[in-house]
Nanobody, 123 residues
Framework: QVQLVESGGGLVQAGGSLRLSCVAS????????MAWYRQAPGKQRELVAN???????NYADSVKGRFTISRDNAKNAVYLQMNSLKPEDTAVYYC?????????????????WGQGTLVTVSS
């Protein structure tokens, strides 16, 4: 089982920036895709951005041009640089990864979620 731990959330004024980090830990795994999701109060969880194992990226339209997702495969980490933050970006941000584990003859594919980190953008 892979554990994900996020950090970097907090309170920021509109127009400001924050950088979220997420590190995966465990043993005997190889991470495929990683992503950031968010869930605002009263709303469904939504994809913010995802990044493949070869660093191809995809963004929600609402964050394109403002957020940048990146990863460090050596550290099993994914980051989300958030610039020009808006009050509507306020949400709990969750890290997600899809990974494989086990011997080559019996590979398992699983997914893990982090516990979430709160981002609050004041107007």
């Amino acid at each position: 089982q892979v554990q994900l731990v996020e950090s970097g959330g907090g309170l920021v004024q509109a127009g400001g920036s924050l950088r979220l980090s997420c590190v995966a830990s465990g043993s005997g795994f190889s991470i495929n895709d990683m992503a950031w999701y968010r869930q605002a109060p009263g709303k469904q969880r939504e994809l913010v951005a995802n990044i493949t194992s070869i660093s191809r990226t995809n963004y929600a339209d609402s964050v394109k041009g403002r957020f940048t997702i990146s990863r460090d495969n050596a550290k099993n980490a994914v980051y989300l640089q958030m610039n020009s933050l808006k009050p509507e970006d306020t949400a709990v941000y969750y890290c997600y990864c899809h990974y494989m584990s086990g011997p080559i003859t019996r590979l398992r594919y699983d997914a893990s979620w982090g516990q979430g980190t709160l981002v609050t953008v004041s107007s």
